[in-house]
């Protein structure tokens, strides 16, 4: 379990892996992530997942591109109307 403070940013961001993740957060550790949240900063857990991560990112990134895809698509249908789009 790792913790690291971007205080430039005013994230806290609490690192776990897969074995950790049912982990409690040890109490010194918890009550600096409590000093700096009322201090206004963000807390994130990242938890380590159990998929591939390599697959993963792939899958975001296919997804990614497919909605900006879609999004360009109808940008261009709402600027020159039906009629003018063709699909070559």
Not at 49 to 59: E, K, W, Y
């Amino acid at each position: 379990m790792t913790l690291n403070i971007d205080t430039s940013k005013k994230v806290i961001i609490l690192w776990k892996s897969t074995a950790e993740s049912s982990i409690p957060v040890p109490c010194e550790m918890q009550e600096k992530i409590d000093e700096y949240c009322n201090n206004k900063y963000r807390y994130i857990i990242m938890n380590s997942g159990s998929g591939d991560l390599f697959d993963s990112t792939l899958a975001l990134l296919l997804k990614n591109r497919m909605n900006n895809a879609i999004r360009e698509t109808q940008t261009e249908i709402l600027q020159c109307g039906k009629e003018d789009i063709t699909f070559d």
